[in-house]
C-alpha cells in the first residue's frame, strides 16, 4: 500500500494537494473542460479554505473555469451573442466599454468581481470623470448584460451590478443643466424670433414642426415631401434619420448617414398637423422653390427629405443643436437693448426639449393621456404618464397660487404657463 504524501510538519496531505519547495501549498483539480486548474496558498489551512469554496462552487453548478474569466472575456461573448439591436446603438455601446469599462475593470476577474467593486467604480465616473446620468445610464446597460451572461452561465450567482445605478442615482444629486420645456412665453420668442430674423428665418420650418408635433429630431430630419398629406393635415413617421462614427464597419468606417426604422415598434404613427406646422411645411416647400434647391443625397434608397441644408444635404442633430444655440444669444442679446429686465428670455436647451415642449403643451390642454401616448410614439404608458404628472404638477401650483389669492380677497392672477 502506497505511502500518503505528507507536507514537512508531517500533515496528511489530500488529493490535489502539495507542498512546493518554498513552503506554500498548492491545489489542483480538473475543471468542466477538462483543464488542470491551480491554487496557492501560504498555508495549508488557507488552501483547505479555497478547495471548500471550489466544492461548494461545484456543488451549486458554478463553473470553476469562472475563475479564470474576465469582465473582457465576457464582452467578448457578449458582442458575438447580442441581437435585435439597430446598428447605431451597438456601437454605442461598444464605444462605452471600450472607453470607460475595459480600460478600468475590463482584466477584473468576474469571480472576484463584487458589488461594491461596481459601486467604487461607478461613483469614480461620477466624481473623477464628471460623467452625466445618460452616459452612465448606457454604461451600465452594458456591464449588467455582460456581467448576466456570466450568471446565466453559472459563472457567479449574483450578478454584482445588480440596483448599482439606483442606488448611485440616490446618493448623488444629479440635475439636468436644461429644463424640460419651454413655457408658452418662452415657446413664442423662440419662433416669433425666428419667424422675422433675416438671419435665422430659414430655421424656422424645421424648429416650428419638431415644436408642434413632438416628433424626435431623427424623426423630423428624415421626414420625406412622400411622408406628409399637406391636405388632409396628417404626417406619417415610418422611418428615423440617424448619423453616428461607424467605428467597426471596416472600409466603410467613418461618421455617416443611415436610415433605421422607428425606435419602437409604437413609434410608427401618423401625427395630425397643427394649422402652424402645415404653415412651415408651405414655408419650406416654397423657399426650396425660390431657391432652386433640391435633394442631393439618397440614404439607403430614401431621398427627397424636407429638411436640408444649402447643398441640398440633410439636416442633423449636432448641426440643429449649435443654431439653437447661436439663437438663443442673439436673441436674448436683442432682448436686452429692448430692455434692461426682459420680461422673458430664452434658457439653454436642446432639439429634444422642443419634444417636451409639445408634451406640456398637450398636457396643459387637457389632451387625453392615452392620444399624448399615440402621438408622442411612446411604448411604454409609464412614460407618458411620468411626463403627465411633472406638467400637471405644476398645473396644480399654478392653481393653488390663485386659490391662495382668492381666500385672501384678491382678484385672482391668471398664470401664464
Given amino acids: 500500500m502506497a505511502e500518503k504524501r505528507k507536507d514537512k510538519a508531517r500533515t496528511v496531505l489530500k488529493t490535489g494537494e502539495v507542498q512546493r519547495k518554498n513552503g506554500t501549498y498548492q491545489y489542483s483539480w480538473m475543471d468542466g473542460q477538462l483543464k488542470r486548474r491551480f491554487v496557492y496558498a501560504k498555508t495549508l489551512a488557507d488552501l483547505r479554505e479555497k478547495e471548500k469554496r471550489i466544492q461548494k462552487d461545484k456543488c451549486d453548478g458554478i463553473k470553476t473555469e469562472a475563475r479564470y474569466t474576465t469582465v473582457d472575456d465576457l464582452y467578448?461573448?457578449?458582442?458575438?451573442?447580442?441581437?435585435?439591436?439597430?446598428?447605431?446603438?451597438?456601437?454605442?455601446?461598444k464605444y462605452m466599454y471600450s472607453t470607460f469599462v475595459g480600460p478600468f475593470i475590463g482584466n477584473r476577474r468576474v469571480s472576484t468581481l463584487r458589488k461594491s467593486d461596481v459601486?467604487?467604480?461607478?461613483?469614480?465616473?461620477?466624481?473623477?470623470?464628471?460623467l452625466k446620468a445618460s452616459t452612465i445610464d448606457n454604461i451600465n446597460t452594458v456591464l449588467h448584460q455582460i456581467l448576466q451572461i456570466a450568471v446565466d452561465d453559472d459563472y457567479i450567482r449574483k450578478n454584482p451590478a445588480?440596483?448599482?445605478?439606483?442606488?448611485?442615482?440616490?446618493?448623488?444629486?444629479?440635475?439636468?443643466?436644461?429644463?424640460?420645456?419651454?413655457?408658452?412665453?418662452?415657446?413664442?420668442?423662440?419662433?416669433?424670433?425666428?419667424?422675422?430674423?433675416?438671419?435665422?428665418?430659414?430655421?424656422?420650418?424645421?424648429?416650428?414642426?419638431?415644436?408642434?408635433?413632438?416628433?424626435?429630431?431623427?424623426?423630423?430630419t428624415g421626414l420625406r415631401w412622400i411622408d406628409i398629406n399637406l391636405e388632409e393635415g396628417m404626417i406619417d413617421v415610418n422611418h428615423t434619420?440617424?448619423?453616428?462614427?461607424?467605428?467597426?464597419?471596416?472600409?466603410?468606417?467613418?461618421?455617416?448617414?443611415?436610415?433605421?426604422?422607428?425606435?419602437?415598434?409604437?413609434?410608427?404613427?401618423?401625427?395630425?398637423?397643427?394649422?402652424?406646422?402645415?404653415?412651415?411645411?408651405?414655408?419650406?416647400?416654397?423657399?426650396?422653390?425660390?431657391l432652386d434647391l433640391h435633394c442631393t443625397v439618397t440614404i439607403d434608397g430614401y431621398t427627397d427629405f424636407i429638411f436640408l441644408n444649402r447643398f441640398g444635404k440633410t439636416q442633423n442633430q449636432s448641426t440643429l443643436n449649435k443654431a439653437i444655440k447661436r439663437i438663443i444669444r442673439?436673441?436674448?442679446?436683442?432682448?436686452?437693448?429692448?430692455?434692461?429686465?426682459?420680461?422673458?428670455?430664452?434658457?439653454?436647451?436642446?432639439?429634444?426639449?422642443?419634444?417636451?415642449?409639445?408634451?406640456?403643451?398637450?398636457?396643459?390642454?387637457?389632451?387625453n393621456v392615452k392620444v399624448i401616448q399615440d402621438i408622442l410614439g411612446h411604448t411604454d404608458i409609464s412614460t407618458t404618464l411620468n411626463i403627465y404628472a411633472d406638467v400637471t404638477k405644476e398645473l396644480r401650483k399654478s392653481e393653488f397660487d390663485g386659490l391662495e389669492a382668492y381666500f385672501n380677497g384678491e382678484p385672482k392672477k391668471v398664470v401664464n404657463a
Fill in 76 to 93: 467578448n461573448l457578449w458582442q458575438n451573442l447580442k441581437r435585435g439591436l439597430k446598428n447605431n446603438t451597438f456601437e454605442n455601446y
Fill in 119 to 130: 459601486k467604487k467604480y461607478y461613483n469614480y465616473l461620477v466624481d473623477e470623470r464628471n
Fill in 162 to 220: 445588480d440596483n448599482v445605478l439606483r442606488e448611485l442615482k440616490k446618493a448623488h444629486p444629479f440635475q439636468s443643466g436644461e429644463k424640460k420645456a419651454l413655457t408658452m412665453k418662452e415657446q413664442e420668442l423662440f419662433l416669433d424670433y425666428l419667424k422675422t430674423h433675416p438671419v435665422y428665418e430659414h430655421w424656422y420650418p424645421i424648429f416650428a414642426v419638431m415644436v408642434g408635433t413632438g416628433l424626435r429630431v431623427g424623426e423630423a
Fill in 241 to 290: 434619420l440617424v448619423y453616428y462614427d461607424h467605428r467597426t464597419e471596416g472600409s466603410k468606417r467613418g461618421c455617416y448617414f443611415n436610415v433605421n426604422s422607428t425606435k419602437t415598434p409604437a413609434s410608427m404613427r401618423q401625427v395630425p398637423m397643427l394649422d402652424f406646422v402645415k404653415e412651415a411645411f408651405e414655408m419650406e416647400k416654397q423657399k426650396q422653390a425660390d
Fill in 330 to 367: 442673439d436673441c436674448n442679446d436683442e432682448q436686452f437693448e429692448k430692455s434692461e429686465e426682459p420680461e422673458v428670455l430664452l434658457p439653454n436647451f436642446s432639439c429634444h426639449t422642443l419634444r417636451h415642449t409639445f408634451t406640456t403643451r398637450m398636457c396643459e390642454a387637457g389632451v
